[in-house]
């Protein structure tokens, strides 16, 4: 059905957004405890996180148990954390299947709101028209009284940046996903946030919201379709939230808190959401909390308008850290592993990589990387964010960060909880090795 174009004009439209900044954590909705539920959104609220953004791709029981006990857990956190939905429209045919699970839970006391409305996104969705989101979505919604807050992820409009609001009215803003990483496609690259840009310009000129992705890497590696890739990660972690700090969107999402089949969790994953799946063989064993080493600190640094990293300051005034490096070579031929290397991984390098920040003021201070117990780089270190992807990653054990001061005394330093593999006689593993710095 299309709408007659009097009744799309006659729908509210959001005129200028002062929104208060916040950072959330796309979460993937899996089968899970209650107490499981717990411990993710005390993580979640550790980190320094606002939301999770539950990734939603289902209505069955499995979905809607996990979603009770994440509401339940935010409300007995204590705390201001809040949930949204981001459905994952992938997995859903018709925006009106939507609208139940949001009836039930927009009024919840730990749903997120954004000047009084509902919050709302997606993972994809941009090939279903405007029309179709305002007639099976909005229109709907408002007839009940919910207005929703509508920050879909519609990057793959075949349009994606430009005139994106022209075209989708029935948005209040975007959010970028594939931004979050350079394409397979586009070789050894660093990271470009050219799109983003372009995705604030059209937010700024609408008067709407941009919420910007900020990723580790990608890592998929599963039988079946062209499910293996690899997305690189040496200093994308580390780049993106230089970009953050120096656009400043509206919103910004971290991809994600758990998504283990695509290697970029921070958070725990839970057995029970990958069972019966390839991605233990791959997931298990690398733990990533690492990663949330960094955050505290740069959402309060983003939050507090600053622009530059050499400007953050460690949360909790005393250096903070993490390092991360590859357990296989890239040099490995993988002719045991019959899902072979995933494409892109000539665009993979072996480095020992890490990002280091230090309190205000701090000088004489030394990064020292060591690889097979030699070291490979040593890089003077300055206050705000530090971050390097040293090359030389060697087979063997001994891979190691420290800081060191202006008398050489170890201030933090993480070993490699992984030895490197120069072969391997099962698994083309590019999945990362992470150790916070302590
Ligand atoms: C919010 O959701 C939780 C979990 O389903 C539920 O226990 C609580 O009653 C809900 N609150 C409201 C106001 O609906
Ligand atoms: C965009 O997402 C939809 C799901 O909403 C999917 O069916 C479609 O194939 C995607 N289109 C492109 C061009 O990626
Ligand atoms: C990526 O960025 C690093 C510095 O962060 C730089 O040394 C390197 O040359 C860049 N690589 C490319 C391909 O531009
Ligand atoms: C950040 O900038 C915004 C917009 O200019 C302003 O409203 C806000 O008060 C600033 N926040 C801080 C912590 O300076
Ligand atoms: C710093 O200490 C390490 C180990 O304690 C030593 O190997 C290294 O030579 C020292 N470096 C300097 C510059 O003194």
């Not at 509902?118 to 009940?144: C, E, H, M, Y």
């Not at 349009?159 to 022209?166: A, C, E, H, R, V």
């Not at 594939?178 to 310009?201: C, H, T």
């Amino acid at each position: 059905m299309r709408l007659p174009r009097s009744l799309i004009l006659s729908l509210p439209v959001c005129s200028s957004y002062a929104a208060a900044k916040a950072v959330f954590a796309h979460y993937m909705v899996g089968t899970m405890t209650a107490t499981e539920a717990v411990t993710d959104v005390k993580d979640a609220i550790n980190a320094g996180f606002d939301a999770f953004a539950l990734n939603v791709p289902s209505m069955d029981d499995w979905a809607t148990s996990a979603i009770s006990y994440l509401f339940s857990a935010a409300n007995n956190a204590g705390s201001n954390f809040k949930l949204f939905f981001s459905f994952d429209m992938t997995q859903f045919n018709h925006p009106s299947q939507l609208l139940p699970l949001i009836e039930q839970y927009a009024a919840n006391e730990s749903y997120l709101q954004q000047d009084g409305r509902p919050f709302v996104s997606t993972f994809s969705g941009g090939t279903i028209s405007n029309d179709d989101w305002n007639s099976k979505f909005r229109q709907p919604l408002q007839a009940k009284g919910i207005n929703p807050f509508f920050v879909p992820n519609f990057d793959n409009w075949s349009g994606y940046p430009n005139g994106f609001f022209n075209t989708f009215t029935v948005a209040d803003g975007v959010f970028g996903w594939e931004s979050a990483w350079p394409e397979v496609s586009a070789g050894k690259v660093n990271v470009s946030d050219s799109v983003d840009q372009a995705a604030l310009q059209e937010a700024r000129a609408a008067n709407k919201v941009y919420m910007m992705p900020l990723s580790t890497f990608q890592f998929k590696h599963m039988s079946g379709d062209g499910q293996n890739w690899y997305r690189i990660g040496e200093l994308n972690y580390f780049d993106r939230m230089e970009q953050v700090l120096s656009l400043q969107p509206d919103f910004v999402e971290l991809i994600t808190w758990n998504d283990a089949g695509e290697s970029h969790y921070v958070g725990n994953f839970w057995p029970e959401q990958i069972a019966g799946t390839d991605i233990g063989n791959y997931a298990n064993g690398f733990d990533h909390t690492g990663w949330q080493q960094v955050l505290p600190s740069f959402i309060n640094a983003y939050k507090s308008n600053v622009t530059d990293i050499s400007k953050i300051t460690p949360a909790g005034g005393k250096a903070v850290g993490v390092m991360w490096y590859r357990s296989l070579l890239t040099t490995a031929n993988c002719s045991p592993d019959p899902m072979g290397k995933p494409s892109g991984w000539q665009n993979a390098q072996d480095a020992i990589n890490f990002a280091v920040i230090l309190p205000e003021g701090a000088s004489g201070y030394t990064i020292n990387v060591y690889s097979n117990n030699k070291q490979i780089g040593s890089f003077p270190a300055n206050a705000g964010l530090n971050g390097q992807s040293v090359p030389g990653l060697q087979a063997g054990g001994g891979q190691r960060v420290e800081v060191v001061d202006s008398s050489n005394k170890t201030i933090i330093s993480a070993t490699g909880t992984k030895d490197v593999q120069a072969q391997t006689t099962g698994l083309c593993n590019y999945n990362y090795v992470v150790a916070a710095l302590s």
